[in-house]
C-alpha cells in the first residue's frame, strides 16, 4: 500500500512498542491462569457434545463435577481420561453422564497412571484439532472452486432468532451481492454460563449462537458460493462467558470470521476483565489454527464516547487487539481491526474527519483486513437523510481501501431493518464500489493539510494515552472509563469466579498443540 499521510515511522513505532508493553502483564495473567470456559472448550474439542434433559451441556456437567471433585486448577484433562481409562468408559459422553449421576470418583493421578492419562488425552485433542485442520483447507479448497470475491467485502447481518428463517434470508442476501454474512447471537447469550445445544427457532434480537445453528448456515452458505460462483463467508460472535467454547465450535464447522474483541465484553456486557482477557488469548489460538477472521469491536466505543474527542481510543484499542492477537498466533490478515463512520455530521468538516481517521488506520495496519462500521450513532429515523449519510460511509470506505463494509440501513434509527432496507442498503453499496472504487488510487491528502494533521495529531494522542496505560495498568485504564467512558473494575462484573490459578502441574493437551503451531 502507498503511503498517503506523512505519518512519522518512529512514531508509529514507539506506538507499537508501548502497547507491547502495556499488554504483557495481560499475557502473563492469561499464561498462569484458566478459566471453567477454557477447561470445557478442551472437552468440546476433544468431541463431547448434547445435554442432559434439562439442556444443560455434558461438558458443563463434566467439568463440573471434576471441579467438585478435584478443581481444575490442574485441568479438566487429567482427571477425565485417567477416569475414561480406569473406568472402561465407552466414551467422553458416557462418562460424563455417569459424572452427572455422581458415579464417578475423579482424582489427579500419577506415575503411569498420568501418563496413560495424558497420552489419551493428546490423542483426542489432536483429533479434535485435526478436524479443524481439515475445516481449513476445505475452506482453502472451496475459495478455489468458486471464487474470492473482491474487496471490500460486502458484511450484512441476519437475524431473526428462527435459524430456519435465517437461511433464507442470508442465500437471499449473498444472491444480491453480500460477501459476509454475520448472524447476530440472541441478545443476553454472552450472558450464559452454557452454550444452549441442536437447532433453535427462538430468540431474540438474534439467533441463539450452537454447534448445529453453525453446521445448518454453514452447509446453506456453502451451497450458496457454489451456485455464484463465489465464496461467501460466515460470522458469529466469539464473546461472553463462553467465548473459548464457541470459537472451539467456530473452528469444528468452518465458520469464517469471528468478533472477538479483547475489550468488548468488559465494556459493553460487564464480563469480568480477568476473565475475559484469559478467555480471548485461548479463543484466538482456535481462530489463528482455524485461519478464521477475527472482527474486534473499536467501532462500538463512539457509540458511547464522542467519535472526536475519542478517536485515540479506537487506535490505542486496535494497537492492543493487534498485540494480543499476534501474541496468540494470529497473521496480519486474520486481525480484522473495526472502527466506524461516527461522527456528527453536522460537525463542520465532519467528512474530512472520518477520511483522517480511516486512512490513518489504514496506514497503521496496511496488511490487517479492517472492518469498516456505517453510521448508526446519529441516524435519526429521516430515511432520506440516512441513505445519503450511508453513501458518504460507502464512499469514505472505498477512498481509504476498507476490507471490509458492514452496510448501513436507512432505517437504523427505526426498527430492525425489513429486507426491503436490506436490498437498498446493497444498491446502496454496489452503486458506490462501481462508481468510485479506484478513487483511492487518485487520493491523495495534501502534506500538512487538514486530514494530514488531523491523522498526524489523533497518532499523538494515541501514543499520549499508551504511555498512561503503561504507567498506571490496563486494568486500571479499564477501571478508570478509559474505552468507551465505561467504568469496569478488574474485580467486577460477571464470570471473575469462573477464573483459576495454574498449579504447576496444569495440563492443557490443546493449548499444547495451538501454542506449538503457533510458535511454528
Known sequence: ???????????????????????????????????????????????????????????????????????????????????????????????????????????????????????????????GIGRIDANRAERERLIEQTAEPPRPWIYLIVATGDIYEDIPQAQAAAREGADIIAVIRSTGQSLLDYV??????????????TQENFRLMRAALDQTSRELRRYVRLTNYASGLCMPEIAALAGLERLDMMLNDCMYGIIFRDINPRRTFIDQRFARQIHA??????????????????????????????????????????????????????????????????????????????????????????????????????AFFNLCGVMTDQSILLIGMMTEGIHTPFLADRDLALENVRYVRNAAGRLGESFRPAPGGFIDQRAQHVLGESVDLLRRICDQGLLTAIADGTFGITRRPADGGRGLDGVIRRADGYFNPAAEILEIGAAG
Open 289 to 390: 489454527r482455524a485461519g478464521i477472521i477475527i472482527n474486534t469491536g473499536e467501532d462500538n466505543y463512539l457509540t458511547t464516547a464522542d467519535a472526536v474527542d475519542g478517536a485515540h481510543t479506537v487506535v490505542v484499542s486496535q494497537l492492543l487487539n493487534e498485540f494480543f492477537g499476534k501474541e496468540a498466533g494470529l497473521a496480519d490478515g486474520q486481525l480484522g481491526l473495526g472502527h466506524a463512520f461516527e461522527i456528527n455530521p453536522e460537525l463542520p468538516d465532519s467528512f474530512l474527519l472520518e477520511l483522517a481517521h480511516a486512512q490513518l488506520i489504514r496506514e497503521l495496519f496496511p496488511d490487517a483486513p479492517l472492518k469498516y462500521m456505517p453510521p448508526t450513532k446519529h441516524m435519526t429515523g429521516n430515511v432520506f437523510a440516512g441513505y445519503l449519510l450511508d
Open 196 to 209: 444452549p445445544e441442536g437447532a433453535t427457532r427462538e430468540g431474540y434480537a438474534g439467533t441463539y449462537a
Open 1 to 127: 500500500m502507498t503511503p498517503r499521510l506523512t505519518l512519522d515511522p518512529a512514531v508509529v513505532n514507539q506506538a507499537r512498542e508501548l502497547a507491547a508493553r502495556a499488554g504483557q502483564p495481560i499475557v502473563e495473567l492469561a499464561s498462569t491462569h484458566t478459566t471453567v470456559s477454557i477447561e470445557r472448550a478442551v472437552l468440546r474439542l476433544a468431541g463431547l457434545q448434547g445435554a442432559d434433559a434439562d439442556g444443560l451441556p455434558w461438558v458443563n456437567r463434566l467439568a463440573d463435577a471434576v471441579a467438585d471433585a478435584t478443581g481444575l486448577q490442574d485441568g479438566v484433562a487429567l482427571p477425565v481420561w485417567d477416569a475414561l481409562i480406569a473406568g472402561g468408559y465407552d466414551d467422553l459422553a458416557t462418562l460424563a453422564e455417569a459424572a452427572a449421576q455422581g458415579k464417578v470418583a475423579f482424582r489427579i493421578p500419577a506415575g503411569a497412571d498420568a501418563a496413560a492419562a495424558r497420552s489419551a488425552a493428546r490423542a483426542a485433542l489432536a483429533a
